[in-house]
């Protein structure tokens, strides 16, 4: 039993160290590191992309003063061309009115793709749209844009990233969409 303490003390005590093998055992955290860092820039600046994209989209549609689901589709495509890579989303764009009872109403809805299904006026979040007095109207945005990382393997999964901007037409109340009645 004495000798095992000695051994173990000898080894404590040891400061002679290899430094090949000091790097070999560090090498696999600094690269985990070095690519789990450039995967969560790469995340989130995708995301931030993502968000400015919505808002440029949100933007440009409120100041129409006429729209129509060809415009629309337009800005489906803006949206994939200004995306950090080729990825194809969505643009949802409804436009909301308070009416002179103080009740919500849908005015028009239209999604892109066919795919993502029109805004209900019961799916209307409220916790989203501003106070509006009885006569207003608000354009809700909502995109959808996949998020596919460099490497999957750091803990980074496929997702979508879903952005929803509400704005007010800036020069017609209600901006009126050519293609719903």
């Known amino acids: 039993m004495n000798q095992m303490y000695k051994l173990l003390k000898k080894f404590k005590d040891d400061e002679s160290a290899s430094l090949t093998m000091e790097f ?4 696999p955290v600094l690269v985990t590191w070095f690519i789990g860092s ?4 790469d995340a ?5 992309t993502a968000q400015r994209t919505a808002h440029t989209i949100a933007d440009i549609i409120s100041r129409e003063t006429t729209t129509n689901n060809s415009k629309i589709d337009t800005l489906l495509v803006l949206q994939n061309r200004m995306l ?6 969505t643009v949802r764009v409804s436009s909301i009115q308070r009416d002179l009872a103080g009740d919500l109403a849908l005015l028009w809805t239209y999604s892109t793709d066919g795919v993502a299904a029109p805004l209900e006026l019961a799916d209307i979040p409220l916790s989203n749209i501003p106070l509006l007095g009885n006569g207003q109207s608000i354009l809700l945005v909502d995109t959808q844009v996949p998020f596919t990382p460099i490497a999957e393997w750091v803990g980074f999964t496929a997702t979508e990233w879903f952005n ?3 704005i007010a037409p800036r020069f017609v109340e209600p901006l009126p969409n050519s293609d719903f009645p």
């Open 164 to 166: 929803r901007v509400a």
């Open 84 to 89: 950090p890579r080729s990825s194809v989303g």
């Open 24 to 27: 070999v055992l560090i090498l």
């Open 38 to 41: 450039i995967m969560f820039f």
């Open 44 to 48: 989130y600046n995708s995301k931030a």
